[in-house]
């Protein structure tokens, strides 16, 4: 299964195993940074958290991740992540996510929340970056990146994450370690889909994390408040597609 003979994996009822938590795994990642009008953003947060606004524009995150081996294991994935606070805490929440992995899908939902749908994703990685991410219905996103300014020595990375596993808020922590590489990042959102808000947008900054060696689920740690049942969020949504 690509994961270590000493760890026993869990089988959910449709007959998927997933490697249970941590997740260490190593790759690359590819991101940018957008300051969006919240009001513009059609996604609920999790019940308790609140967006972390800079006159009124909200830190989104977009990125495309190749997770190479070496680690547990082997997928792609694109996601679109939002800044928020979790009480004094600062935290991100996944909003949309697609791997092109049963295992990663099916293992991400049941840990910890995330929202993973099956896509198919195409990744042409050298000097530079080029990747595209498609559901059922099309195309979702697609990205170009062009390296420019290389930072000295590895960074470290630490966030948690804020999800609804079985309808409770849980943060989970990531801690990454890697290579920073910034650079041009152009993003294409398809009229009709899911990301679509972004369109016609220019990201704030892009950059390339490669070299990254990730440890997910190493810390989980439920809110104060997470045995109470969240109530209904004001979601906001787009036309159906």
Excluded at 16 to 33: C, D, M, T
Excluded at 64 to 82: S, V
Excluded at 221 to 235: E, I, K, L, R, Y
Aim: glycine share 10%; hydrophobic share 45%; net charge positive.
């Amino acid at each position: 299964m690509g994961g270590s003979a000493l760890i026993t994996w869990i089988t959910n009822t449709e007959g998927v195993s997933y490697p249970p938590e941590p997740w260490h795994l190593r790759g690359a990642l590819h991101a940018s940074i957008w300051l969006v009008l919240f009001a513009d953003v059609p996604t609920a947060l999790p019940h308790g958290t609140k967006p972390i606004l800079l006159n009124g524009r909200a830190l989104l995150l977009t990125a495309f991740a190749a997770y190479m081996p070496g680690g547990i294991l082997t997928y792609n994935e694109m996601l679109c992540a939002i800044a928020i606070r979790v009480g004094p805490r600062v935290a991100t929440t996944i909003t949309h996510i697609w791997v092109d992995s049963p295992i990663s899908a099916a293992g991400g939902r049941a840990l910890w929340g995330i929202p993973k749908d099956r896509g198919t994703l195409k990744i042409e990685a050298g000097a530079g970056f080029e990747a595209s991410v498609s559901d059922p219905k099309g195309l979702v996103a697609a990205f170009q990146f062009i390296p420019r300014l290389a930072l000295p020595g590895r960074w470290p990375i630490n966030l948690r994450t804020a999800q609804m596993p079985k309808g409770r808020l849980e943060l989970t922590r990531l801690r990454a370690l890697g290579r920073i590489q910034f650079g041009g990042g152009t993003w294409h959102f398809d009229e009709s889909g899911p990301l679509r808000f972004l369109r016609e947008r220019k990201p704030l900054l892009s950059l390339r994390f490669d070299q990254m060696v990730v440890s997910f689920g190493v810390k989980r740690n439920s809110c104060p408040n997470s045995n109470v049942q969240p109530s209904p969020a004001s979601a906001k949504t787009l036309p159906p597609r």
